[in-house]
């Protein structure tokens, strides 16, 4: 399943280009699409399924994009 992280803010894209890193690194990917998204938009996707994204809390922790990508892979 292509996994990408969809983006659009100041900001973002070294956040993002970071945790592509990390995912490569610890799973079974190749790579991870960064793609232009709506105006405030962090989100992580594999296939069509949102599995993590950014909230009024904040950006979505490292481990958990992590985990979340981790089991929507299989």
């Not at 894209?13 to 945790?19: N, Q, S, W």
């Not at 709506?38 to 069509?48: L, T």
Request: glycine share 6%.
């Amino acid at each position: 399943k292509p996994v990408k992280s969809a983006l659009r803010g100041l900001n973002y894209h070294p956040r993002a280009a970071r945790l592509a890193d990390i995912l490569t690194e610890q799973l079974p990917i190749s790579s991870v699409e960064l793609v232009s998204g709506h105006r405030g938009e962090f989100s992580i996707w594999v296939g069509d399924t949102c599995v993590a994204q950014k909230s009024l809390r904040g950006y979505p922790a490292q481990d958990t994009v992590v985990d979340a990508v981790r089991e929507h892979l299989h």
